[in-house]
């Protein structure tokens, strides 16, 4: 065993249940206290104002047990992914800090453990609550008899102090590193799903925006005279490079931190756990059809393609339905606002037009969120990363309109402007305020309110006990750490937490941002000003609110930014297309549409920079030669000590023969 191994963790669980008051019966709980203890758990009971709080820690070797129960894959030293075996624990590599588990492997041991002490008998165990009988069934979970009793209100990961304390200094704090972050030591604290990797991709972003930003504050301060009209393709072609590249060099960037983390690099045919309740029963329920089919082939490629098609209709036709939702109803509410701006004449009042147009347009799409996350139900995904996916793409067109895609890919209301009435100052002022009004707003918003939830919730727990002690003056505090965590809002996604958690928001955010900048870098360059001196800011004050304003967020097993790539590079192709048009109206004044020199240079431009867009993914390699040389090493290594298993497995039994 390595010698800097932990032999306990610290306590990462809390567990709440309602508190006891004077001589009720408490049975249950004392219960519960000890099954746990049974199950090889450490606990730690902290009374608090309204409820009681069991906090959980465990022994190494009882979170090793529980991840070979759940059959976890993990990377060993021969380069294969391997089901976890405590017995050959030294045969597993281990995690950057050291330690053998990540914090999302050690989370979904502790829910095991927690939520898999069963009825292991044949007949009902009573318990009793508060003169209350609970009959506790066989085979049933005691943890989730209690939640629905209300007995057990939640289960939540709990922060680690010493370790949230130095990243507070090291990262949240320290705003003179810019866009350095410690990467290794947020994706040991907090996982990989996609928090250690949003900050790595924020961080990078952020680091790669000061060059256009630096182009584009040299074209603001320097009159170039007759060729400012020259510099806007040149800025144009430069932003345009610039994304395409940066993209190529995230993808490499993100290999090799995968690499780093050792995850799914390895030759392992699954990096993940176990399926998922749902998963597993529609592949038992799949497998089982295939059983009873037998040999008949033909019956059995007929039901995987039926199974398939389905499929494909059913995703069509719940994109139907939300395409048609924003051509009925957001697009009107587009054109509508599009028309009041251009009516309006005060600056205060467009001011006030446009925060009342994003305020309008984020509660229409926290609907349509929720409408989406029921017709991705009825989908069949293959996975809960596919059903995320899917839930990111219908979300971000509920967002933007079909014509808009700023707010995700073409903003209409600009357009407007643009096309129609060819009026860039305006299109600029519209920009600018879009920038300040949403950057501005969605930073005082996601800050400010989990911070009055807490105060708020707070405030009725005092209140609530000064009322029960009959104490209209006098000192009643919350004292303990365990309660004011417990007190504070969790990281969720504005649609609910069902297929994602609250990056899904700080990505859209990050996704609306990069289609403003890009799709209308011609117009207006120095929105990557704006955008880069946002987004420092971001770098900390999303930090903050992940350690000291929130819970500590429930780590997810993803390790990639899944559909949000796509969807960047989907923006790009438009900038390019956007860009050009917006061109074509600065150069054609008059309005004819002549294809002059000019006009027919944009056009060979816009084709020229689409091929670079396809033709650097074949320059740049997607995966850093040491990580493929890596990969390529234990593939090597893994085929050959499978080899050596099969040619002495064979030569036993021919021996015993």
């Not at 030294?90 to 050291?98: I, Y």
Request: with cysteine; net charge positive; glycine share 6%.
């Amino acid at each position: 065993m390595h010698g800097n191994e932990e032999k306990q963790t610290g306590f990462e669980i809390g567990v709440v249940v309602s508190k006891k008051e004077g001589n009720e019966s408490f049975e249950c709980v004392e219960f519960l206290v000890l099954e746990f203890n049974n199950v090889g758990l450490v606990i730690e009971r902290v009374v608090g104002l309204s409820e009681e709080f069991i906090k959980v820690a465990a022994p190494l070797e009882t979170l090793g047990r529980a991840a070979a129960e759940l059959q976890i894959k993990k990377p060993t030293y021969i380069g294969m992914d391997l089901q976890f075996e405590w017995d050959e624990v030294e045969a597993f590599v281990r995690q950057p800090d050291g330690s053998l588990f990540s914090w999302c492997e050690r989370f979904c041991c502790f829910t095991h453990l927690l939520y898999g002490i069963v009825n292991k008998t044949e007949s009902v165990v009573t318990l009793m609550y508060n003169n209350k009988v609970i009959n506790w069934k066989p085979g049933e979970s005691l943890v989730k008899k209690l939640e629905s009793e209300g007995i057990v209100k939640k289960v939540f990961p709990l922060h680690d102090e010493t370790k949230r304390k130095q990243l507070m200094r090291t990262w949240a704090l320290n705003w003179l590193d810019m866009t350095n972050q410690p990467i290794d030591e947020i994706y040991t604290y907090f996982g990989t799903k996609v928090i250690a990797t949003y900050f790595a991709f924020l961080g990078m972003y952020t680091r790669w925006m000061l060059f256009p930003a630096a182009l584009a504050l040299t074209l603001q301060l320097i009159d170039f005279g007759s060729r400012q009209l020259l510099m806007l393709p040149i800025f144009f072609i430069f932003v345009t490079l610039w994304a395409v590249i940066f993209f190529q060099f995230w993808k490499r960037k993100s290999a090799a931190l995968l690499a780093r983390w050792q995850i799914g690099y390895t030759v392992g045919v699954d990096t993940g756990f176990k399926y998922s309740d749902t998963e597993r029963s529609s592949l038992q329920s799949h497998m089982e059809h295939i059983k009873k089919m037998g040999t008949d082939k033909i019956k059995e490629k007929a039901a995987f393609q039926r199974d398939e098609w389905s499929g494909h209709l059913l995703r069509f036709r719940n994109d139907a339905l939300v395409i048609l939702s924003i051509i009925c109803l957001q697009l009107p509410f587009e054109l509508a606002y599009a028309h009041l701006y251009e009516l309006v004449s005060s600056d205060i009042v467009k001011f006030g037009l446009t925060a009342l147009y994003i305020f309008t347009i984020q509660y229409l799409t926290k609907i349509g969120g929720k409408v989406s996350v029921k017709l991705i139900k009825n989908e069949k995904n293959k996975s809960s990363e596919h059903r995320a996916d899917s839930l990111v793409y219908k979300k971000l067109l509920l967002f933007a309109g079909f014509w808009s895609l700023f707010y995700a890919v073409i903003h209409r209301a600009p357009f407007y402007h643009a096309l129609l009435h060819r009026n860039f100052t305006t299109l600029r002022l519209v920009l600018t305020q879009r920038l300040i009004v949403s950057q501005v707003l969605e930073n005082l918003l996601e800050n400010s309110i989990p911070y009055l939830k807490y105060r708020l919730k707070k405030y009725r727990a005092v209140h609530k006990k000064k009322l029960e002690n009959g104490l209209s003056m006098g000192k009643v505090q919350v004292t303990t750490r365990v309660e004011k965590e417990y007190m504070k809002p969790s990281y969720s996604a504005s649609i609910g937490d069902e297929l994602e958690d609250g990056l899904f928001d700080d990505f859209l955010e990050m996704a609306l941002q990069f289609g403003m900048i890009m799709m209308f870098a011609c117009a207006f360059p120095l929105a990557f000003c704006l955008a880069a001196l946002h987004n420092i800011t971001e770098i900390r004050t999303d930090a903050l609110k992940l350690l000291a304003m929130l819970k500590r967020p429930i780590p997810r097993a993803s390790a990639t930014i899944g559909a949000w790539l796509n969807i960047f590079q989907f923006l790009i192709v438009m900038s390019i297309c956007t860009n050009s048009v917006l061109l074509v109206c600065l150069y054609d004044q008059e309005g004819k549409w002549k294809i002059e020199p000019g006009l027919a240079a944009i056009l060979i431009i816009e084709h020229v920079l689409l091929l670079i867009k396809f033709g650097v993914s074949k320059f740049v390699p997607e995966e850093p030669a040491w990580v493929k040389a890596n990969r390529v090493k234990n593939a090597a290594q893994a085929q050959d000590m499978c080899s050596k298993q099969l040619l002495r497995s064979i030569s036993g039994e021919k021996k015993r023969e």
